[in-house]
C-alpha cells in the first residue's frame, strides 16, 4: 500500500470517530470492555467451531449500521489488514486431512473447517477492533484506559503519540515527496537514502519535542497532565453492557444457531 | 509478524497480557520515580516518529521487496529500557487500533514480542555490553546487527510458541520455526542496518544529542541487571504456571505433531419427511457424529476437552448448517434494515 | 504597576551550533505599551521572544520582568506572568482536543473544574472558536489552530502577552478580530510579525532589530513610513502607506 492511501485511511478512520450518533454517543469505558469480552468470546470457540460463530457478526454489522460506517471502506480495511493469520491458517487444510464432513456429496477436511473458523475468527476480532476505534474518539478510548486503571504515564504517551501522528506522517510525506521529485523518475528507495531521511526526521522530531515541552512549561507544566472527567456512565451504557453480555453469553454457551436450523428444518 | 487474535487462545492471550502488564507497570513506576519533565512529550512524539519512520519504505538490497523499521531497538538505543518499552507499547496500541494489526487480544503478545525482547534483555544483555560506551561507527553497526537480529529472532520465536500453544493452527513445530526464523532474520539484518545508520546520522549531524537525551533519560545505563533477571524469571514462572494449567485443559493444543485420520465419515440419515430439496441436500450432506475430532482411543483427552467449556456440543448436523445460513441472513436484512430506515432519515 | 515591565539589558545569546543570534540588545517596555517587533528572516525575533520567559537564557546580560531577573529559579514564577503564543501552532497545542488544550494552563494553575469550564469558555469565546472545542487539533485549518493556540495562552489570564507572527495563516476577518482582541487586552504586550499593517494598527510603538541588535526603536507610525530606512532592513512600507502606482 502507498504512503498516501495509509494515511489517508487513518486519517478517514479518525474523522469517522468523531461522528455523533448512538454508539458514538456511548461512554468510552462501555465500548473498550464490551469489545474486549467480545474478543474474549470469540476465540474462545473451539478450533473446529463454525457454526456457532456466525450469530456474532450480529455486533460489527450493528455497529456499522446504527453507527453510519461506510461498509466498503471498513470491508477494504478488513482486507488489508496484515494476513498473517490467513497465512499461517491455509496450512491447516494441507495439513489436516482427515474428512470431517460430506456436503452436497463433496468430502470436507477438518483442516477445511479449522481453517474457515481461524477465517471467521479473523473477519471478527479485526471489524470489532476497527470498529471500537471507528466509534470512540482515541483520545476517548485513551481516557477509558486511564479510568480502566492503565498507568497515567503510559496514557499520555499513547496522547501525545496520536497528537503528533498526524504531523509527523505529513512531515514524512512532505520528505518523501522531496525525494521523489529529486530522483527524477529513479524509484530512488535505496536503503541508504531512506536511512539519511530517518534521520532527518528523528532530529526534526527531537527539537519538535523540545518546542513543545516549552510550549508545555509556559503553562504551567510541572511533570503531571491534568485532564477533566468529561464522560459519565449513563444508564445507556449499563443497559449497552448489560445487552453485550446477554448476547454473548447467550450465543457462547446455547447451541441457538443450530436449534434455529432445527426448528427452521421441521417447519417443513 | 504481528501475532493475530484469530490464531489465539484465550489462555495464552491471558497470559501474555498478564505478562505485558506487569512489565508495563513496572516500567512506568521505575520511570515515574526519577523522569525528568522533558522525557514526557519527547517519549510521546518519539512514538508517533516510529510510526512515520515506517513509512518510508525502502528496497531491500537484492530482494526488490520493501522494508521498514519495526523501532524497538533504536528506541531502546536512543531512550533507555523503560521508557522504549513504554513508548514501543504505544506504537502497537495505536497499530492494533487504526491498522488492527495483529488485534486488540493478541495486543499483549505483540507487546511482549516487539517490546520486552528488544528493550529488557537484548539492550542490556546484548546491546549495552557490547557497544560499552564506545561512539564508534563500526562497533555501533556491529552492536545494533547483533542486537536487531537477537530480539527478532526472540520475537519470530515467541510468535511460533504462542500459535502452538493456542492450538488453532496445524503447523508442526519444525516447520513453522524453519518458516519464521530465516524470515526474521532477514528483517532483524535489516532492522539492525537502519538502527545503526539512523544512530550514526545522528551522531555525525548532531553529536550532542544523544548524549543529552541519555541524561534526562538518566536509567539508560543504570538499569538494574538484577532487576531484570528476577522480574523475567517471576514472569516465567508465572507463564509456566499458567500454561502448564492450558496444557492440562487444553491437551491437543501441546500436540505439535499431525494426527493421523481414526475412524471414517458416517453419514446421517434423514429422520422425519421433510421437503424434497431439504431431503436431497441432507441425504449430501453429514458430519462426522463426533464433531470434536478427538482421537479415538483418548478417552482422557475427550473428557477433559469437552469439560473445558460446559454447554458446547460436540456434535453437530445439518440442522447447524440451516441455522447458520439463516442467522447470517437475519443479520443482512436486520443490516440492510437499519441502512436504509437511516438513509430515510437523511 | 512594576510587574508588567519588560526589560533587556544588554542580552547576548549565542545558539550551541555557535550562531551568534542576539548581540547586545537593550529596550524597557513599561507597563500597558504595546511593541511590535519586526526585521528581516533569520533577524533574532523569535529568539528574542524565547528569552521572555525563559526557555533561553542570555549568554550574558539580563532579561528582567517586572522586578525579577530571570533565572533557573524564578523562570517557573515567570512563567504565570508572561503568555508567549509560539510562531508554529502545532508545537503549541500539544493535548488532543482543542477543550484540553485550552484547559491545560488553568488546570496547571490548580483551578476547580467549574472555573477551568468558565475559563476555557471565555478565551475560546475571545478568538470565535467555540464550537471547536471537541475537535482534535490535527482536524483544524492552519489559521483555526493560530486562533487556538492565542486562547490557550489567554485563559492562563497573562500579564504580559509576547505573540510571534500571530496573523500568518489568518484569513482577513479572522486577522481583523484578532487585530480588535489584541486592542481589547490592557496589559503589555510585545508582538514579533511581518505584518506591518497590524504592528501599525496595534502597537504605538515599534523596535526594528537587524543583526541580532536592535537597529530602531521608536513610535510604530514613524518608523514604519520610513521608506528608506525600511528597504535598508529588508522591509517595506505597510500597504497602507504605499501608494498605488
Ligand atoms: N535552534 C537554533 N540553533 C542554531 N541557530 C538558530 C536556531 N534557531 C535560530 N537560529 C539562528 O538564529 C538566528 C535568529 O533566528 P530567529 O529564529 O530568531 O529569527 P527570526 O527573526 O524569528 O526569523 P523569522 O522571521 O524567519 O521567524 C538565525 O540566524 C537562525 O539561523
Ligand atoms: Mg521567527
Not at chain 1, 52 to 57: D, E, K, S
Not at chain 2, 30 to 42: C, G, Q, S
Not at chain 2, 203 to 212: F, I
Not at chain 2, 291 to 300: I, Q, R
Request: charged residues 20%; glycine residues 10%.
Amino acid at each position: 500500500m502507498t504512503f498516501d492511501t495509509l494515511y489517508f485511511d487513518i486519517g478517514r478512520l479518525d474523522r469517522l470517530s468523531y461522528r455523533d450518533t448512538f454508539v458514538h454517543r456511548l461512554d468510552p469505558r462501555a465500548k473498550v470492555i464490551a469489545t474486549m469480552l467480545f474478543l474474549f468470546t470469540v476465540i474462545s470457540f473451539p478450533k473446529y467451531e463454525v457454526i456457532a460463530l456466525t450469530p456474532f457478526f450480529l455486533y460489527p454489522v450493528l455497529l456499522l449500521t446504527v453507527g453510519e460506517i461506510p461498509v466498503r471502506f471498513m470491508i477494504r480495511k478488513i482486507i488489508v489488514v496484515s494476513p498473517f493469520a490467513v497465512f499461517i491458517g491455509i496450512f491447516n487444510p494441507i495439513l489436516d486431512t482427515r474428512t470431517a464432513a460430506v456436503i452436497f456429496g463433496v468430502a470436507l477436511s477438518a483442516g477445511w473447517i479449522s481453517f474457515l473458523s481461524i477465517l471467521m475468527k479473523f473477519a471478527l476480532t479485526i471489524s470489532a477492533a476497527l470498529l471500537l476505534i471507528a466509534t470512540t474518539s482515541f483520545p476517548g478510548v485513551c481516557h477509558a484506559l486511564r479510568r480502566l486503571g492503565f498507568p497515567a504515564l503510559f496514557v499520555s504517551q499513547l496522547l501525545f503519540l496520536y497528537r503528533y501522528l498526524f504531523v509527523l506522517m505529513e512531515e514524512a510525506m512532505r520528505v518523501i515527496r522531496a525525494r521523489e521529485m529529486r530522483s527524477f523518475g529513479t524509484r530512488n528507495t535505496g536503503i541508504k537514502v531512506s536511512v539519511r531521511l530517518i534521520g532527518i526526521l528523528f532530529l526534526r522530531t527531537v527539537d519538535r519535542a523540545e518546542r513543545i515541552y516549552y510550549a508545555m512549561l509556559s503553562r504551567g507544566f510541572q511533570g503531571d497532565i491534568p485532564t477533566l472527567k468529561r464522560s459519565h456512565i449513563a444508564l445507556s451504557d449499563l443497559l449497552f453492557l448489560a445487552v453485550m453480555i446477554a448476547y454473548l453469553g447467550a450465543f457462547r454457551f446455547f447451541p441457538i444457531t443450530e436449534e434455529i436450523g432445527r426448528v427452521a428444518l421441521e417447519l417443513f | 509478524m504481528h501475532m493475530a487474535d484469530a490464531l489465539l487462545s484465550p489462555a495464552v492471550g491471558t497470559t501474555l497480557w498478564a505478562g505485558t502488564v506487569a512489565v508495563g507497570g513496572y516500567a512506568s513506576k521505575k520511570l515515574k520515580e526519577r523522569i525528568d519533565d522533558r522525557m514526557i512529550p519527547l517519549m510521546g512524539v518519539l512514538g508517533a516518529f516510529i510510526f512515520a519512520a515506517q513509512m518510508i519504505n525502502f528496497t531491500i538490497p537484492g530482494t526488490g521487496s520493501s522494508g521498514h523499521l519495526g523501532g524497538g531497538m533504536i528506541l531502546a538505543i536512543i531512550l533507555g529500557p523503560q521508557a522504549a518499552f513504554l513508548v514501543m507499547a504505544s506504537v502497537l496500541t495505536v497499530q492494533a487500533l487504526f491498522f488492527a494489526d495483529g488485534g486488540l487480544l493478541a495486543l499483549g503478545c505483540n507487546i511482549w514480542n516487539m517490546g520486552f525482547y528488544p528493550c529488557f534483555l537484548v539492550y542490556p544483555l546484548i546491546y549495552k555490553p557490547l557497544i560499552r560506551d564506545s561512539q564508534n561507527s563500526g562497533r555501533i553497526v556491529a552492536a545494533s546487527l547483533v542486537s536487531a537480529i537477537a530480539a527478532l529472532q526472540l520475537g519470530a520465536f515467541s510468535v511460533v510458541m504462542e500459535t502452538l500453544l493456542s492450538g488453532n493452527s496445524e503447523l508442526p513445530f519444525g516447520a513453522f520455526v524453519l518458516l519464521m526464523q530465516p524470515i526474521h532474520l532477514a528483517i532483524g539484518v535489516i532492522e539492525g542496518f537502519v538502527t545503526a545508520g539512523v544512530i550514526n546520522y545522528v551522531q555525525s549531524a548532531r553529536p550532542e544529542l544523544l548524549g543529552n537525551i541519555a541524561a534526562v533519560s538518566s536509567l539508560g545505563a543504570g538499569i538494574s541487571l538484577r532487576k531484570v533477571m528476577i522480574t523475567f524469571v517471576v514472569l516465567a514462572v508465572i507463564m509456566g504456571g499458567a500454561l502448564s494449567w492450558f496444557a492440562s485443559t487444553h491437551p491437543d493444543g501441546l500436540e505439535w505433531s499431525i494426527e493421523k485420520v481414526t475412524g471414517k465419515g458416517e453419514l446421517r440419515e434423514a429422520e422425519r419427511g421433510i421437503a424434497r430439496v431439504l431431503k436431497g441436500i441432507q441425504e449430501k450432506t453429514a458430519f462426522l457424529p463426533d464433531y470434536g475430532f478427538k482421537p479415538e482411543g483418548n478417552d482422557l483427552k475427550k473428557a477433559e476437552a469437552a469439560s473445558a467449556w460446559p454447554g458446547i456440543k460436540a456434535g453437530t448436523s445439518v440442522s447447524g448448517i440451516v441455522g447458520a445460513v439463516i442467522v447470517l441472513g437475519m443479520i443482512v436484512l436486520i443490516g440492510m434494515g437499519i441502512r436504509s430506515f437511516r438513509g430515510r432519515d437523511a | 504597576m512594576s510587574h508588567h515591565i519588560v526589560e533587556f539589558k544588554d542580552v547576548f545569546f549565542r545558539y550551541p551550533d555557535g550562531t551568534e543570534a542576539l548581540k547586545g540588545v537593550n529596550f524597557r517596555i513599561t507597563h500597558g505599551e504595546s511593541v511590535g517587533v519586526v526585521g528581516a528572516n533569520g533577524a533574532g525575533k523569535s529568539t528574542l521572544l524565547q528569552h521572555m520567559n525563559g526557555y533561553l537564557m542570555p549568554t550574558s546580560g539580563k532579561v528582567i520582568i517586572g522586578d525579577l531577573a530571570i533565572t533557573g529559579k524564578t523562570r517557573r514564577e515567570i512563567r504565570k506572568k508572561v503568555g508567549i503564543v509560539f510562531q508554529n501552532p502545532d508545537d503549541q497545542l500539544f493535548m488532543p482536543t482543542v477543550f484540553d488544550d485550552v484547559a491545560f494552563g488553568p488546570l496547571n494553575l490548580g483551578m476547580d473544574e467549574a472555573t477551568v469550564r468558565e475559563r476555557v469558555r471565555k478565551a475560546l469565546g475571545m478568538v470565535n472558536s467555540l464550537d471547536l472545542q471537541d475537535k482534535p487539533p490535527h482536524h483544524l485549518s492552519c489559521g483555526q489552530k493560530s486562533a487556538v493556540a492565542i486562547a490557550s495562552v489567554m485563559a492562563m489570564e497573562p500579564d504580559i502577552l509576547a505573540m510571534d507572527e500571530p496573523g500568518a495563516n489568518l484569513d482577513p476577518r479572522s486577522r481583523r478580530s484578532l487585530i480588535m482582541l489584541l486592542k481589547t487586552f490592557k496589559h503589555s504586550k510585545i508582538i514579533a510579525s511581518h505584518d506591518l499593517d497590524l504592528i501599525l494598527d496595534v502597537c504605538e510603538r515599534c523596535i526594528v532589530i537587524g543583526g541580532g541588535a536592535v537597529v530602531a526603536d521608536g513610535p510604530s507610525a514613524e518608523i514604519l513610513s520610513n521608506k528608506g530606512f525600511l528597504e535598508e532592513n529588508n522591509l517595506e512600507l505597510p500597504l497602507s502607506f504605499q501608494v498605488r502606482s
